[in-house]
């Protein structure tokens, strides 16, 4: 199931539907983010500016995969947060996790 999602992530980025790091903070005021995927072992720091960002503007987000993982999925380094443009692809990532062990 990991690595459906990951494939999926990977896909969304080449289309251009994913953005990561700091661009987030600057697309979430705007709405355009519709789901928020931040790394499992993310830093305390970039966790709390994440839930606080996302708690403000009403956006969801998740815990899934390692920095590592994330980042490999997309082609570049380490990545504690991604942001998902697309809403049946925030759709689909949340049923898979809700439906999937992980």
């Given amino acids: 199931m990991k690595d459906r999602i990951l494939g999926l992530l990977g896909l969304a980025n080449r289309g251009g539907n994913l953005i990561y790091g700091d661009s987030i903070y600057y697309a979430l005021p705007k709405n355009k983010v519709r789901l928020v995927i931040l790394a499992t072992d993310a830093s305390a720091n970039t966790t709390k500016k994440v839930m606080d960002k996302t708690s403000t503007y009403l956006a969801s987000v998740v815990s899934f995969a390692t920095k590592?993982?994330?980042?490999?999925?997309?082609?570049?380094?380490?990545?504690?947060?991604?942001?998902?443009?697309?809403?049946?692809?925030?759709?689909?990532?949340?049923?898979?996790?809700?439906?999937?062990?992980?």
């Fill in 68 to 102: 590592a993982e994330l980042g490999h999925a997309l082609g570049k380094g380490d990545l504690a947060v991604v942001g998902i443009m697309d809403a049946n692809l925030a759709i689909k990532v949340k049923t898979l996790l809700k439906d999937g062990d992980i």
